[in-house]
């Protein structure tokens, strides 16, 4: 028999989701997350993929997968520290070493589990953390699961950080205090103030933590937002993704060697979580050589992410002061924003509308991400379907 308490619970809490209109509804793929998708029969253009460089469906990542399915099986069969370290785990973590310029790095199955583990790992109840007020949903999960005393200082408001630095220094409270910032916020695809935050991170004796999962594969040739400052030897943790811009899944930290050593004896989904499948490694290391290599997939993905914001500023949209290709199209109106959304659909467009809470109320936008694998035809087709949908709203 089942609960009647949670029966009653989920009922109540799902009819009032559904009535307000926030009960997402999850769209399956039928094809890969390619720059062209195709749900419920329906070929779109997908501007919604973090996939920035199109190696999700690489063939060089593909052919890395199936050859490391054949000689090391589908699953690693056991978490890192019992004897589910193969020796491409380790080639993988000294790749992503060398690619963030870094002593050392650890990998993770995930972006989210890395600041799970890593935040904890270092910070505890007699710590603070400086968080800006638009982390990602991980870094403040971690944040909580640490017990550390959080401050939440105004996005990207370095007077606001000092200030709340300086008091938390003062005050004698806090044994080690840290600052956590997104490298690349999402939503609008501005870039953290990292020299800035360095300098203040200096002043008042800062632990520095640096998440840059929309940075890596995109800006600094490649090695992400700290590169692109050249802060490599001033930021204590480097995070990334595999997930994003190397098309694949998993997660790291890149740092100083003793902190990599003591993450691996502290962090906990390192220590009781089963390591990545060997294709997912092998596929990761392929693409990090690709990028080591060549910047090619990073100059195409600039290249169209800056024919996409020259065409939809040309038709008259708002795009907001994005630094990066992340593309926001601000409508404004929640309710517009979401029949937005909609219209691109049906006229061939995969973009999300992305509304309050996510982003602050009167300012929903219809994110798109452009991508390496977009071709000028498909981005042209967009802009025309934008200018469609655009005049029939009144928006442009
Ligand atoms: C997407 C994202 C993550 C999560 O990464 P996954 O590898 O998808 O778990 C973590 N941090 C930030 C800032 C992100 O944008």
Redesign the pocket.
């Known amino acids: 028999m089942s609960s009647k308490v949670l029966e009653n619970f989920l009922k109540e809490h799902l009819e009032d989701l559904k009535g307000k209109g926030l009960y997402n509804v999850i769209d399956p793929l039928e094809s890969a997350n390619g720059p062209m998708i195709k749900i419920a029969g329906k070929e779109l253009i997908n501007l919604s993929s973090?996939n920035y460089l199109g190696l999700a469906t690489d063939q060089r990542l593909i052919d890395a997968a199936i050859e490391a399915t054949k000689k090391y099986g589908a699953g690693s069969g056991a978490v890192r520290t019992i004897n589910g370290t193969l020796d491409i785990h380790v080639k993988l973590e000294e790749k992503l070493a060398e690619f963030k310029h870094t002593e050392a790095a650890i990998v993770y199955q995930?972006?989210?589990?890395c600041?799970m583990g890593a935040i904890s790992a270092v910070m505890d109840k007699d710590d603070a953390i400086l968080s800006d007020e638009l982390n990602?949903a991980?870094?403040i999960d971690g944040c909580r699961l640490s017990k550390a005393k959080i401050i939440r200082y105004k996005h990207s408001d370095m007077e606001d950080l000092r200030n709340k630095a300086k008091e938390a220094k003062e005050s004698g409270l806090y044994k080690k205090i840290m600052v956590i910032t997104?490298g690349v916020f999402?939503m609008d695809g501005d870039i953290a103030k990292l020299p800035e935050i360095v300098e203040i991170a200096e002043e008042f004796d800062l632990i520095t933590y640096v998440?840059d999962?929309?940075g890596s594969g995109v800006l600094g040739n490649g090695a992400g937002t700290v590169k692109h400052f050249g802060l490599s030897d001033k930021i204590d943790f480097q995070?990334g993704?595999?997930?994003?811009a190397i098309g694949v899944?998993?997660?790291y930290v890149a740092g100083k060697k003793d902190l990599i050593d003591w993450l691996k004896v502290r962090s906990r989904p390192f220590l009781f979580s089963t390591s990545l499948p060997p294709a997912a490694v092998a596929a990761c290391i392929e693409a990090i050589d690709i990028l080591l290599n060549s910047t090619e997939l990073q100059d195409r993905l600039w290249d169209n992410g800056n024919y996409l914001k020259r065409g939809l500023k040309a038709l008259g949209f708002d795009i907001g002061e994005s630094q990066t290709p992340i593309t926001p199209c601000i409508i404004g109106d929640e309710i517009k924003t979401q029949e937005f959304s909609k219209r691109l659909y049906e006229e061939g467009v995969y973009a999300k509308a992305i509304v309050f809470p996510t982003v602050p109320r009167g300012t929903g936008r219809v994110r798109n991400m452009p991508t390496a694998a977009h071709t000028k035809e498909m981005l042209d087709r967009a802009l025309s379907i934008y200018e469609k949908v655009g005049k029939e709203l009144g928006v442009i």
């Open positions: 973090n995930s972006g989210f589990n600041n990602h991980s870094i997104d999402s998440d999962a929309h995070i993704t595999l997930s994003k899944v998993g997660g």
